[in-house]
């Protein structure tokens, strides 16, 4: 179970941060979404939503490491001189059933599924630190994140 006083600091955080009008959360914190989240300028679009799904036990140790962006993302890579896919962006993710619908209803909603795990947040990570990681890696997506990210595999 979410460390839910925890969890409603997090969100005034987001929401001083990104204002009401842009925060929305599960009621019984399985997910947050943060509407017109801004991308860095690398990407081919300004902002995307963005859901930081919540794990059960967070606040209690266990990491955050699962978000859903728009699939239309592209970066831009500076060798090609084009945009191309994300790397390490899922079309898949790993969960039968969300609160938010089926895998299939992700899909044809045209979201995406990325895989950031912090190797040090345990306990001590953020919902505002796992947004700045995602924006991190969405702003250098080619360098080599294994020894930040443990998710990450070239």
């Given amino acids: 179970m979410p460390d839910y006083n925890r969890l409603n600091i997090e969100i005034r955080l987001l929401v001083r941060e990104f204002g009401n009008e842009r925060v929305y959360w599960h009621r019984e914190g399985e997910w947050i979404m943060v509407k017109d989240w801004p991308l860095p300028p690398n990407i081919n679009k300004r902002s995307t939503n963005i859901v930081?799904?919540?794990?059960?036990?967070?606040?209690?140790?266990?990491?955050?490491?699962?978000?859903?962006?728009?699939?239309?993302?592209?970066?831009?890579?500076?060798?090609?001189?084009?945009?191309?896919?994300?790397?390490?962006?899922?079309?898949?993710?790993?969960?039968a059933r969300l609160q938010l619908g089926t895998r299939e209803e992700w899909k044809n909603k045209q979201w995406q599924y990325i895989c950031i795990h912090d190797r040090n947040s345990g306990s001590h990570g953020s919902i505002m630190n796992y947004l700045i990681h995602v924006y991190k890696f969405l702003d250098d997506p080619f360098r080599n994140w294994e020894g930040t990210f443990s998710s990450y595999r070239k």
């Fill in 52 to 95: 930081v799904l919540i794990p059960p036990s967070f606040g209690n140790g266990e990491a955050i490491r699962d978000a859903f962006i728009d699939s239309s993302i592209k970066v831009f890579h500076k060798t090609e001189k084009k945009y191309v896919p994300i790397p390490h962006f899922h079309r898949q993710f790993p969960y």
